[in-house]
C-alpha cells in the first residue's frame, strides 16, 4: 500500500481503492488545508467524494473542477492527484496558490464515475458510461456528459442506451451527475466550473448545444487563448480552442453547457495531451508531463477568475 | 476480464462532407461494434475508431474503396493495454 502522499507514485496509474486511500493520506498531511466531503453515492453505492481547498471563510466564492467523467480517460484523475499536491506543495511559496487559496475555495472530484473508472480497472478498460440499469434496455450505462440539464436530449446524444452518448431516460438520472448538480446549487457561489477530459489537446467553453455564442463569448476565447499559451510553453503541446460546437462536434447535456447556463461564467472544458498517438491508452511515462502543463494551462484561468471577481 | 487482442485504432481523415457522412454513418452500423474514440466533426479533423479484429478488414477495404485515408494507430489494442498493466504491476512493487 502507498504508505502516504509524499511517497505516492504520482507517475503511475491506480486503482479507484487506490486513490481512495490516498485521499485520506493527503488530507492528513494537508495541515488542515485540504478536507474531504462526500457529495453523494453513485449506482453501485461507491461514495462519491470531493476534496475541499480551503483557507478558511464562509461560502467564499469557489473553483470546481471534477475529472474523468468519461472513465477511460485515465490520464484525467493521474493528472488531478498530481494538480493536488502541487498545490498544496505550492502554497505558501508561490503566490498564485497563495493568492488564490487565500480568496477563494476549491473544490476538486478527482474521480467523477467511480463506478465507470473501476469497471475500466477490472472489466473493460475502453468503458466511458456509468453503470446503471434502466427499464426497458438490457444495455447498462448513461453518459454522464449528455445527462445535464443543457437541451437535454437534443442533437449530439444518442436515444439508443447502447450507444457511449446514450442521454439516458431523464435529466439528472445519473446519481453521479445529480451529486454535482445538487452540490454546486446548493453551494450557490461557484464562479469557475471545469470539466477535465482526455485527448485530442482542446480548450473549450459553452456552447455545446447551439450554435449562439455565449455573451462571455470574448472573454471567453481572449482567456482560452491565453491558458493554452501559457500550456504550450512547457512542452509544446498545442491545443486548439473555442466554443464545444465549433470546436469540435454539437452536443447537448453537457456538464458545462449546463454551468453557464446556471451564470457560472468560466465555464470550460479541457481535453487533455496525447501527443503520441496513443488515445486512452496514453503511457504512464507521460503523466507527470501532462500534468505539469496542465497545471500551467488552470492556473491561468483560475488567475484571471480571482482578478476578475463578478 | 473483456480483451482486445487484434483490435486496431484507425486514425481517418476525411477531406469533404461526403466522406464525412459515410465515415459518420459507420456509428449506425452496429453489427460492427465501432468505438468511435474520436467523433466525426468536420472535414480535415481527425475521427479515431476502435475496430474489433473481425472487422478490420472491411472497414479498411470500404474506407480504400470510397478513397477515404486513414492510418493505424494502434496496431493492437491489447498489446498496449498489457504494456500498460505491466507498467501498473511494476510500480507496486
Redesign the interface.
Known amino acids: 500500500k502507498e504508505r502516504n502522499s509524499q511517497t505516492f ?1 504520482y ?4 486503482t479507484l481503492d487506490e486513490i481512495y486511500t490516498w485521499m485520506d493520506s493527503f488530507v492528513a498531511s494537508s495541515s488542515g488545508l485540504v478536507s474531504k466531503l462526500q457529495i453523494g453515492t453513485t449506482f453501485e453505492n461507491r461514495p462519491i467524494y470531493v476534496l475541499r481547498f480551503s483557507t478558511g471563510g464562509v461560502n467564499r466564492p469557489a473553483i470546481w473542477i471534477n475529472f474523468g467523467i468519461h472513465a477511460r480517460e485515465w490520464i484525467s484523475p493521474a493528472t488531478s492527484l498530481w494538480f493536488a499536491n502541487k498545490l498544496v506543495s505550492e502554497y505558501g511559496k508561490d503566490s498564485s496558490v497563495s493568492s488564490l487559496l487565500n480568496t477563494m475555495d476549491l473544490y476538486l472530484e478527482i474521480v467523477t464515475n467511480p463506478d465507470g473508472y473501476s469497471f475500466t480497472h ?5 468503458w466511458r458510461k456509468t453503470r446503471s440499469n434502466h427499464a426497458g434496455t438490457s444495455c447498462k450505462g448513461v453518459d454522464p456528459n449528455r445527462n445535464f440539464d443543457a437541451n437535454f436530449g437534443g442533437p449530439g446524444a444518442s436515444g439508443n442506451a ?1 450507444s ?1 452518448t446514450y442521454y439516458g431516460p431523464y435529466v439528472n438520472s445519473e446519481k453521479e451527475v445529480k451529486a454535482i448538480v445538487d452540490f454546486v446549487t446548493n453551494h450557490g457561489n461557484f464562479k469557475s466550473f471545469i470539466d477535465v477530459h482526455s485527448y ?1 489537446q482542446l480548450l473549450m467553453f459553452p456552447y455545446g448545444y447551439t450554435s449562439t455564442k455565449p455573451k462571455d463569448y470574448n472573454e471567453l476565447m481572449e482567456l482560452s487563448k491565453k491558458s493554452i499559451t501559457a500550456l504550450a510553453s512547457v512542452h509544446g503541446t498545442k491545443y486548439r480552442y473555442g466554443p464545444i460546437l465549433t470546436t ?2 454539437q452536443s447537448s447535456g453537457s456538464s458545462i453547457d449546463w454551468a453557464y447556463d446556471q451564470g457560472i461564467k468560466y465555464a470550460f472544458c479541457f481535453e487533455l495531451r496525447d501527443t503520441g ?5 496514453l ?2 511515462n507521460q503523466i507527470i508531463a501532462t500534468a505539469e502543463e496542465t497545471y500551467v494551462g488552470l492556473m491561468e484561468i483560475l488567475d484571471h477568475v480571482r482578478l476578475n471577481p463578478y | ?2 480483451t ?1 487482442i487484434g483490435d486496431q ?1 484507425l ?1 481517418i481523415t476525411v477531406n469533404n462532407e461526403e466522406q464525412l457522412a459515410l465515415v459518420s454513418s459507420l456509428q449506425e452500423q ?1 453489427h460492427l461494434n465501432i ?8 472535414p480535415l ?2 475521427i ?1 475508431i ?1 475496430v474489433p479484429r473481425e472487422h478490420v478488414q472491411s472497414v479498411k477495404a470500404l474506407l480504400e474503396f470510397n478513397g477515404v485515408s486513414y492510418s493505424t ?2 496496431e493492437d ?1 491489447q498489446a ?2 498489457d ?2 498493466e505491466k ?2 504491476v511494476l ?1 507496486h512493487h
Open positions: 507514485n507517475a503511475s496509474y491506480h477490472t472489466n473493460n478498460r475502453m447502447c457511449s485530442s469540435i462536434y498517438r496513443y488515445g486512452f491508452i503511457p504512464a | 476480464q473483456k482486445f485504432v486514425r452496429e468505438d468511435f474514440w474520436l467523433e466525426p466533426s468536420k479533423l481527425p479515431d476502435q494507430l494502434i489494442l498496449l493495454m504494456e500498460e507498467e501498473m510500480s
